[in-house]
């Protein structure tokens, strides 16, 4: 028995030796259901032989005809990574084969219903019940249908933990074999994290689209008000058709500014703060660290908003509204036999405020394009922060001074306060000029360099920081 065991062992310690031929180790997959049959069959393609071990014995057209199928502990027993591709809650079978288990590397695919579903992660359950085991977590990202179909474009990225260096280098040899891209998170306590990844929707993406909803749908009734049920009130004119492309072309601008703004808005609270407190090790409100860690997302609709403000506006000219209003124009100066003079000053506010659009939005799509992963994976830190900062700010500056000239005379102008309501290309303009106005004053001198010291580690006053909690902050951009 001992022999036995000693054997057993030493099998098992040759296995987890690194592979150094072209053979692949044999590998076993627990289970016959989807995700086991998809992974088997891609590990097939790959060069690995593939040993499945089911509840039944008996192979089928869906099981791929070059693995073998045999019970639990006989499969168990030609493979040193055992795959375990059945759902947590039949965990308990593995218990009895514990022993045949022992020292084998377990991978723990598997995934919940809901977030936080268990205590402990199932990877962890997995290895409280067996506990000779080397338990990694990988794979659970990876859907069966990917594996089969071949379409793995967007779930490349495979997450594995594991408290054994040894058995998770083997597992993540496997994830390269196979075409898909390892990502180290650590040890068993990343797997909780790592099953609930699957389980988030868009969970960055929350925050601006609630917000973008609540900006549109205000913006959409404070320009009906002023565009429409005022018109018709006063000069019994239906404007309703402004519905469609007028008064999207209103929101569309308004909101990219303000998103925009609001993307350096969470970095200037931070600044103030640190300041303020005279350290950077000391925990940001909740808020405001949920508010920077969504600011590429802000930053994406604010640029789809710009994106549809273009396309809005280039279709201005084939509108029948403007052209009525246009030959209308032409008609009453021809009938009047007058010919209105050129204007130099508002040929020059219509200029600037074009050309400042069209460089701004040129920056916007540049830092839209410098958040891809691809692209920032390309740069190193400080080019990248050159270009989300430094680019940044100048892109608000360009969009600000856009709606400043759009502006123009009008902000003066009795006509532009229907009900006491300005324009509401007005209202856009509070967020970023205030973010603008602060940025200025916090690169002043007297603030901009103790504020470097304090993003370097400096610290105002020590004892005070010993005491409080020690969590640092991500430095604001
Ligand atoms: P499935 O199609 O329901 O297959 C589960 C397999 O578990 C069954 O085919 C069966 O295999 C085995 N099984 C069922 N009851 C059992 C019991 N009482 N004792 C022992 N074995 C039992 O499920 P699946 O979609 O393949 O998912 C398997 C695991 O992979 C799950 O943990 C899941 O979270 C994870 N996963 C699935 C996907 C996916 O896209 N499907 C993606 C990522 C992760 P035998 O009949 O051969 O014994």
Redesign the pocket.
């Known amino acids: 028995m001992a022999e036995k065991a000693m054997n057993k062992n030493s099998s098992n310690i040759m296995a987890l030796a690194p592979n150094t031929s072209n053979k692949r180790e044999t590998v076993c997959i627990f ?6 049959r998809a992974l088997g069959h891609k590990m097939i393609q790959a060069g690995y032989p593939i040993v ?1 071990g ?3 014995t008996q192979t089928s057209s869906l099981i791929p005809k070059d693995a073998e199928v045999l019970s639990h502990a006989e499969a168990a027993q030609k493979a040193a990574i055992i795959i375990i ?4 809650q ?1 965990y308990n ?1 593995l218990t009895p084969l514990a022993e045949v288990l022992h020292g084998k590397v377990l991978v723990d ?3 919940n219903l809901k977030i936080n579903q268990y205590p402990e992660s199932n990877t962890e359950y997995l290895a409280h019940l067996v506990p000779g085991a080397k338990v990694v977590k990988a ?2 990202t ?4 990917a594996l089969q179909s071949g379409t793995l474009d967007a779930s490349r990225q495979v997450f594995v933990c594991g408290d054994d260096m040894e058995a998770k280098q083997m597992v993540m040899d496997i994830v390269r074999a196979l075409g898909l891209t390892p990502l180290d998170k650590g040890s068993l306590l990343a797997a909780q994290e790592i099953e609930n990844y699957p389980l988030q929707l868009f969970p960055m993406w929350k925050f601006p689209i609630i917000l973008s909803f609540c900006l549109t749908a205000f913006f959409f009734f404070y320009c009906v008000i002023r565009d429409i049920i005022y018109p018709h009130v006063y000069e019994n004119q239906d404007f309703s058709f402004f519905i469609a492309i007028s008064i999207p072309n209103r929101i569309c601008p308004i909101l990219a500014l303000i998103l925009l703004a609001l993307v350096y808005l969470p970095g200037i609270f931070a600044a103030i703060l640190q300041l303020y407190r005279g350290t950077k090790y000391h925990r940001f409100p909740d808020w405001l660290d949920k508010w920077m860690l969504c600011r590429k997302q802000l930053g994406l609709v604010a640029l789809a908003f710009a994106c549809l403000h273009v396309l809005y506006t280039l279709v201005i000219p084939i509108r029948y509204f403007v052209r009525w209003r246009i030959s209308s124009y032409i008609i009453s100066q021809v009938l009047n036999n007058q010919t209105q003079p050129l204007d130099n000053t508002n040929a020059w506010i219509s200029d600037s405020y074009l050309a400042l659009g069209i460089l701004g939005f040129f920056l916007f799509v540049l830092l839209g394009i410098t958040s891809l992963p691809s692209v920032s994976n390309n740069v190193n830190w400080r080019e990248f922060r050159f270009v989300q900062s430094k680019l940044g700010y100048l892109t608000l500056i360009l969009c600000t001074a856009h709606t400043l000239f759009y502006g123009g005379k009008r902000f003066l102008s009795p006509s532009s306060y229907r009900w006491y309501l300005p324009n509401a290309y007005m209202l856009s303009l509070i967020v970023p000029c205030m973010v603008l106005v602060v940025k200025f004053v916090l690169i002043f001198p007297c603030l901009d360099k103790p504020l470097t010291r304090i993003r370097q580690g400096w610290e105002r006053n020590p004892q005070h920081s010993a005491q409080s909690n020690y969590i640092i902050n991500k430095s604001a951009v």
């Open positions: 289970g016959t259901g989807d995700f086991g499945f089911s509840r039944s591709a059945i759902q947590r039949h079978f695919v598997s995934n794979f659970n990876v859907s069966a249908w």
